[in-house]
């Protein structure tokens, strides 16, 4: 039985563990070799694309979806090369949507700069996400094999149906959970459940392997959404790099509203489902007390919690190496995180 996390970002694993199970040491030397992919396959002769690209992609973040591909081919013993390629193509994926999402959403602070369409535009930050997201299917095809290709088509299609769900829903204060936890499965949590899987793939592992290693992304990338919605209720804009409220602006109905309105009182309850109605993000200051008094920012922290440790179990198929103790790391991390 593998130890769960405690919780805690400096919780120990288990003490046979490999000499350190953090995950972002372990991978410091492959990331630097996805970066210098990166760098390579981002290049191009339009001036402009160059310059936006280059912007949004020098901002750094957390690359936590590349780090999927290199831990889970690294658990399953696959050494070569083309996980710096994949692991790059899944960040270029990444990118698109990022760009993309910040037009969509009219965002104007990302990775603690001025978002691409604040300071390029709306049209030509769509359209360097387009060149984005095209290259990564160049590289796709590069690998040659069709297995790589259908995991990320698959993804990217459900990434957008993600989306759309979500535009749907927009202003609604009487959205349910099931449906709220539908749009975080496809917009986030596939291209986590897709890069786990890769990492597979590349490994050539059996196909109940290659699921748990799905799985596993897909509850990481679940609870991984669960903590960037509370983050923009409990968080500060200058350690998240983005501006916190904004999803009370678009009037998203995120858990830690629906949480609030199910346990406020019928006060509380009125001024939330207005402030989702009206995208009053003038009302912020309540918003927060009402999140912080109903206890709804500390339950979405525990459903989030509740996925990592269901993360942590589908690791039990996998061989007890390094890699394995630093998924159980990243786990504990993307829940406690704070930015
Ligand atoms: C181009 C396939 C394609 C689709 C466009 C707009 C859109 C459809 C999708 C947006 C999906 C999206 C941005 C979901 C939010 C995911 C999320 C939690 C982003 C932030 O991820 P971090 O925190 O970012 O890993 P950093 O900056 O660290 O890389």
């Known amino acids: ?60 973040g957390k690359r936590i979806r590349p780090m999927l591909v290199l831990l ?37 602070l990302r990775r603690g700069r001025r978002t691409a369409n604040s300071l ?24 040659g094999r069709m297995r790589i290709l259908e995991v990320l088509a698959d993804a990217t299609n459900v990434i957008a149906e993600g989306e759309v769900l979500q535009l749907m829903n927009m202003h609604d204060p009487d959205l349910s959970v099931d449906d709220y936890l539908r749009v975080i499965r496809f917009k986030t949590a596939k291209l986590f459940e897709a890069s786990a899987r890769l990492g ?3 490994a050539e592992a059996d196909a109940a392997t290659e699921e748990a290693c799905a799985a596993y992304g897909r509850s ?36 830690p509203l629906l949480i609030a309105m199910e346990r406020g009182t019928a006060a509380q309850r009125s001024l939330v489902r207005g402030a989702i109605e009206h995208g009053e993000v003038a009302r912020l200051a309540d918003v927060v007390q009402i999140v912080r008094e109903t206890g709804a920012l500390a339950a979405t ?27 159980l790391d990243l786990s504990i991390r993307s829940v406690e995180r704070s930015s």
């Open 301 to 327: 922290r525990e459903a989030a919690r509740a996925e990592a440790d269901k993360a942590c179990r589908t690791l039990e198929l996998l061989p007890p190496t390094i890699h394995r103790a630093a998924l």
């Open 220 to 255: 990481l990338g679940t609870a991984f959404q669960l903590v960037d919605d509370l983050l923009d209720y409990e968080g500060a804009t200058e350690q998240l790099g983005k501006n916190v409220g904004d999803d009370l602006r678009e009037g998203k109905p995120t858990l």
């Open 72 to 108: 889970f081919s690294g658990a399953l013993g696959f050494a070569g090369r083309e996980r710096f390629e994949l692991a790059a193509t899944v960040e270029f994926i990444h990118t698109a949507t990022l760009l993309h999402d910040d037009v969509v959403d009219e965002s104007a």
């Open 120 to 143: 390029f535009g709306n049209a030509a930050s769509v359209l360097v996400g387009d060149f984005v997201y095209s290259r990564a299917f160049q590289m796709m095809v590069s690998a």
């Open 200 to 202: 597979a793939v590349l």
């Open 1 to 60: 039985m593998i130890r769960l996390p405690e919780h805690a970002v400096s919780a120990s694993l288990s003490p046979t563990a490999a000499p350190s199970s953090d995950a972002v040491a372990l991978v410091a030397e492959d990331m630097r070799q996805v970066d210098a992919v990166i760098r390579r396959r981002l290049a191009s002769n339009v001036a402009l694309i160059d310059q936006i690209a280059n912007y949004i992609i020098s901002a750094g």
